[in-house]
């Protein structure tokens, strides 16, 4: 059966820089079945969903649903629900915790300040507190959105729960489908694609170790797609997997072409050229797509160690 996933994989599309974007995600477990449009077509609320999603726009904060991996025939509405809040960027990054009876505590929130690091009202408004467990693997399920996240995603959430992954989640959507099955890390926000189960552990691995592991990474949500391709590759380039050693500082230019700085916290500097490109030959961009697509590829054409002389003003 060929599906989107089969045709990118068999086109050798590159993974590097498709990670969602997000400075800080925000979830809520919400059992049940989900639909393409979670926030508004689950279990949950749909005004309180349209309600979060109004407050989310422009925040840098994306709202995200999550479910235990397994069967999710409708069991009722959860008595308590897990709530976690991420910041993604690095030497600013956290991970939060909490638990609500209630899910409309989180339209308490202040989602301007969340997304700019600020995580008070998170903790105030759900008792929040720092995330003390294993760092979490979220698995994108959402068969609504497309079939590959439910065939390939589902199996893939199942094996890391039933091996002991205490931080495995489903999740509704990290975009991608071509890439399922796709997973986002935290609490340092790096996502990848075609995962499979040992891949997924080693990466978890390394988390607890704060060490990022490149291949099959997409990215960091911290960064703007450019920004993604450009600090992968300063990693491949200089062999640096500290998670939070480098930092997108600058990024000139626009699409096609943009001249990214990444900075490590040694205070050397890279500049990295990043081309837009379409992929080709056309392909269908998810299993739902009506017409095929070309979507845009970040490819690095140089990475540069620049003098102390040449480094750019941030």
């Given at each position: 059966m060929s599906t989107c996933t089969t045709v990118s994989h068999d086109l050798d599309e590159p993974v590097s820089g498709t990670a969602a974007t997000a400075r800080t995600w925000l979830l809520l477990e919400q059992p049940g079945p989900w639909g393409a449009k979670a926030l508004t077509s689950s279990h949950l609320d749909p005004a309180l969903g349209r309600a979060l999603e109004a407050a989310a726009k422009d925040t840098g904060v994306r709202i995200a649903l999550i479910r235990r991996p397994g069967r999710h025939a409708d069991s009722g509405t959860p008595t308590v629900r897990k709530v976690y809040a991420a910041h993604t960027a690095p030497g600013k990054g956290w991970l939060r915790s909490a638990?609500?009876?209630?899910?409309?505590?989180?339209?308490?929130?202040?989602?301007?300040?969340?997304?700019?690091?600020?995580?008070?009202?998170?903790?105030?408004?759900?008792?929040?507190?720092?995330?003390?467990?294993?760092?979490?693997?979220?698995?994108?399920?959402?068969?609504?959105?497309?079939?590959?996240?439910?065939?390939?995603?589902?199996?893939?959430?199942?094996?890391?729960?039933?091996?002991?992954?205490?931080?495995?989640?489903?999740?509704?959507?990290?975009?991608?489908?071509?890439?399922?099955p796709t997973v986002l890390v935290l609490p340092y926000g790096?996502?990848?694609?075609?995962?499979?189960?040992?891949?997924?552990?080693?990466?978890?691995?390394?988390?607890?170790?704060?060490?990022?592991?490149?291949?099959?990474?997409?990215?960091s949500s911290a960064w703007e797609r450019p920004g993604q391709a450009a600090e992968l590759a300063v990693r491949r380039a200089v062999g640096e997997y500290a998670a939070e050693a480098l930092t997108v500082v600058r990024t000139d230019g626009a699409a096609p072409h943009w001249e990214v700085t990444v900075a490590h916290v040694d205070g050397r500097h890279w500049r990295v050229l990043v081309a837009q490109t379409a992929s080709l030959p056309p392909r269908p961009e998810s299993c739902g797509a009506s017409v095929l697509g070309s979507p845009a590829r970040m490819d690095v054409v140089t990475v540069r160690e620049l003098t102390t002389s040449t480094v750019p003003a941030s």
């Open positions: 638990t609500t009876r209630d899910p409309r505590d989180l339209l308490d929130l202040d989602l301007a300040a969340l997304g700019r690091g600020d995580h008070t009202s998170f903790d105030a408004a759900l008792q929040g507190r720092a995330h003390t467990g294993d760092p979490l693997a979220l698995v994108c399920t959402n068969g609504k959105r497309d079939r590959c996240c439910a065939l390939l995603g589902r199996p893939l959430a199942a094996e890391l729960a039933a091996s002991g992954v205490e931080g495995a989640w489903e999740v509704t959507h990290l975009g991608g489908h071509r890439f399922s790096y996502a990848y694609g075609r995962a499979e189960a040992h891949t997924v552990k080693q990466v978890l691995h390394s988390v607890q170790e704060g060490r990022i592991v490149v291949e099959g990474c997409r990215g």
